[in-house]
């Protein structure tokens, strides 16, 4: 059974910096692509970053140069640092796993609970 445990959310001020995690139970984080989805309230579901088997990264292009999507295999960990923060990053952030490579949306099967991440102006 898969499991995705996100943490790290919380809240900050604009300019600020948060490093969510992401633990992943039952799942080879080393075979398979992880990434990183927020929902803001009102808002469609976004995918902000995804990474593939080899550690190649995607990012939206509103997060690029901002935050970096990273794992650690030994430790079945992904995580997301996000830096210089905007208020418009608001949103529930989740983790989620599945397919290969180019990792597209629709083919990520796990996901987290989320975690709440608050920028404030």
């Known amino acids: 059974q898969v499991q995705l445990v996100e943490s790290g959310g919380g809240s900050v001020q604009a300019g600020g910096s948060l490093r969510l995690s992401c633990a992943a139970s039952g799942y080879t984080t080393n075979n398979y692509c992880m990434g990183w989805f927020r929902q803001a309230p009102g808002k469609e579901r976004e995918g902000v970053a995804r990474?593939?088997?080899?550690?190649?990264?995607i990012y939206v292009d509103s997060v690029k140069g901002r935050f970096t999507i990273s794992k650690d295999n030994a430790k079945g960990t992904l995580y997301l640092r996000m830096n210089s923060l905007k208020p418009e990053d608001t949103a529930i952030y989740y983790c989620a796993a599945g397919g290969t490579w180019p990792c597209p949306q629709s083919n990520f099967r796990y996901w987290g609970q989320g975690t709440q991440v608050t920028v404030s102006s």
């Open positions: 990474i593939g088997r080899f550690g190649t990264p």
